[in-house]
């Protein structure tokens, strides 16, 4: 029985992708390098595997049986043409007839990203590809804000107050599940996704004010006081130069992006950030402290 093998299977979109597959009645080979990862999170449903890019001994086995895959990179890898793109030779070789990969908004245009690497090595591959390319994740607010949510009641960003348009990974993992359960329909295309239209920042704070009843704030930083934000945090050097400039970006629109192709996949609007929010409300709920036991 044929096989899809989603790779980054415990990442925001990965473990979406293996839910929406598994819906779909799908035959999943889920891939992360800790596969007990995978275990905890879908136990028996699926054939979790060892996967590591940077450890080509572990691809034989990841790769075995699959015909289809889901591939992410991860952002440590920046250097695809040494490890990701041979991983895209040895899925090809292995017999993986189509590709699915997660790309990013404007990956057409901006040669600097790595992910334009990705598809241009998946093109000169033939057609048996299809690049999603997805907006702003919904899923930021509960991993990169979600700790100054919990401790300062606050967004803090060097994002300035352009709109930004959200999307749920819910929703990208839905597309791709529909990509790759009748891949002959979207060979060779480019998809970029978009949420339902952008709004404000403070729609997303009335939002998690609702959600989690006391209020939140969007506070737009500095650029130096975001950087001084993410030091005060523990971010490594590397990742607070990413996020910094990740996010200055959403100032010139770099978040607005509005296209009407996942819409039409779906057959109907992408999840709004308050419907996020509402479904996510735990995650900003700080947790309750026990009482202390009296001497």
Known sequence: MSAILVTGATGNVGQEVVRALLKRG??????????????????????????????????????????????????????????????????????????????????????????????????????????LRPGFFAQNLQSAYREDILQDDRIYLPAGTTPVNWIDVRDIAQVAALVLGEPEKHRGQNYTLAGPGPVAWSVVTDALTAAVGRPIRYEAASVLGYVRHLSRRGLPRGAITVQTILHFLLRFGQGATVDPTMERLLGRPGRTIREYVTDHAQQFIRPTRAPMSGA
């Open 26 to 131: 799908a035959r999943v080979i889920a891939a992360d390098h800790r596969p007990e990862r995978v275990q905890a999170l879908f136990g028996d449903d699926v054939v979790a595997v060892q996967l590591d890019f940077l450890n080509p001994q572990t691809w034989p086995a990841a790769l075995k049986g699959a015909t289809h895959m889901f591939l992410v990179r991860p952002p440590a890898i920046a250097d695809v043409d040494k490890n990701l793109n041979p991983f895209v030779d040895a899925a090809r070789a292995a017999g993986v007839d189509h590709v699915v990969f997660l790309s990013v908004a404007g990956a057409g245009k901006n040669r600097v990203v790595p992910h334009r690497k990705v598809e241009d090595h998946l093109r000169l591959r033939g057609d048996h590809h299809t690049n």
